[in-house]
Nanobody, 126 residues
Framework: QVVLVETGGGSVQAGESLRLSCTAS????????MGWFRQVPGKEREGVAA???????SYAGSLKDRFTISRDTAKNTFDMQMNYLTVDANAMYYCAVSQPGWVLANCGGSDDFGYWGQGTQVTVSS
């Protein structure tokens, strides 16, 4: 059974930073991608960043300038450092493991990922 647990969300002021962490258990093999998605009420879940097993990364839009993802395949952890947060970052953030065989293409869509964590809330106030 695959279980993903996200930690690190919280409430911060605009301009501050947060680091989200995801720990995966029950995932067999190492040839899978991991992604971070976010969702606000009433909107579709959107990809934020993704990373494949080879270390290639993809970020949504201009987030690459402020967000950095990293992965430790030995520990099955996947982190996202978010700097200079703005109120646009307000959302529930989810960690996900890709479907078998998915090739990193942008951040992927929700259908490209088969396992999801419960989410961690990020709140940024101005």
């Amino acid at each position: 059974q695959v279980v993903l647990v996200e930690t690190g969300g919280g409430s911060v002021q605009a301009g501050e930073s947060l680091r989200l962490s995801c720990t995966a258990s029950g995932v067999t093999g190492s040839l899978y991608s991991m992604g971070w998605f976010r969702q606000v009420p009433g909107k579709e879940r959107e990809g934020v960043a993704a990373m494949d097993s080879g270390g290639s990364r993809s970020y949504a839009g201009s987030l690459k300038d402020r967000f950095t993802i990293s992965r430790d395949t030995a520990k099955n952890t996947f982190d996202m450092q978010m700097n200079y947060l703005t109120v646009d970052a307000n959302a529930m953030y989810y960690c996900a493991v890709s479907q078998p065989g998915w090739v990193l293409a942008n951040c992927g869509g929700s259908d490209d990922f088969g396992y999801w964590g419960q989410g961690t809330q990020v709140t940024v106030s101005s």
